[in-house]
């Protein structure tokens, strides 16, 4: 074998393992923290518990329970948890965009701030 050829033999193999990983990051991110995207016009809080922010200051975390829909207008009970990112309460017709995993159920959670960009659906539905 010719050294022209082992280095781009070498090179080729980099680049495959390169693409590999690549992609196999993607899969992880995909299956982790994707999935169906819902939006939950929220009623009242279950409960409180304490959270630490990420300042070190302990605040107030909330449970909350609302009738979710998705993009297509299909409807699914949805429970989740505040967490130090956005701890405060939300107020009542405030509306949650919340992404609903498979595997590891709500990965991602934030408040809708234009009521606009709602999928039709879902802005029928919750009469907006």
Sequence with gaps: MTKQRREWLIGAVEIGLLIA????NIW????????ETYYVQNGKALNSYSVTMPTGVVGTGHTYLGIGINRHGAKRQIKFKSDAVAPAPFSKSKIVKVTVNTHYGITNYEPVKNLKHLPVPVRNQLGN
């Design 28 to 35: 992880w991110m995909v299956y982790r923290y994707g999935g």
């Design 21 to 24: 990983v690549v992609g196999l």
